[in-house]
């Protein structure tokens, strides 16, 4: 069983950069490929980013592509994202998962979910 926690979400105003940490425990990280999704209030849970293992391939939701940045380490068992020139739009709750499956953009994707960590940015 995997576990997932996330940190590095906050407050920021608008334009302004968040990294996002997802420190993963209790499977062979390097094994899964890791995403982020997002969920705004009384919105559904949509994708963000994912980065493949092995290849370390990254793809991107349209609305976040050229700004936001997804990454991994291995080593320590983390996958990151940068979250560059941030808008109001991009506040929800943001979530780590880890799935084993060759389907990346989709929840179907992915077996193991983050509590989450929030991100607001202001106007």
């Known amino acids: 069983q995997v576990q997932l926690v996330e940190s590095g979400g906050g407050l920021v105003q608008a334009g302004g950069s968040l990294k996002l940490s997802c420190v993963a425990s209790?499977?062979?990280?390097?094994?899964?490929?890791m995403g982020w999704f997002r969920q705004a209030r009384g919105k559904e849970r949509e994708f963000v980013a994912a980065i493949r293992r092995s290849s370390g391939s990254t793809y991107y939701a349209d609305s976040v592509k050229v700004r936001f940045t997804i990454s991994r380490d291995d080593a320590k068992n983390t996958v990151y994202l940068q979250m560059n020139g941030l808008k109001p739009e991009d506040t929800a709750v943001y979530y780590c998962t880890a799935g084993g499956s060759s389907i990346v953009s989709s929840r179907l994707g992915y077996d193991y979910w983050g509590q989450g960590t929030q991100v607001t940015v202001s106007e």
């Open positions: 209790g499977g062979t990280f390097s094994t899964y490929n």
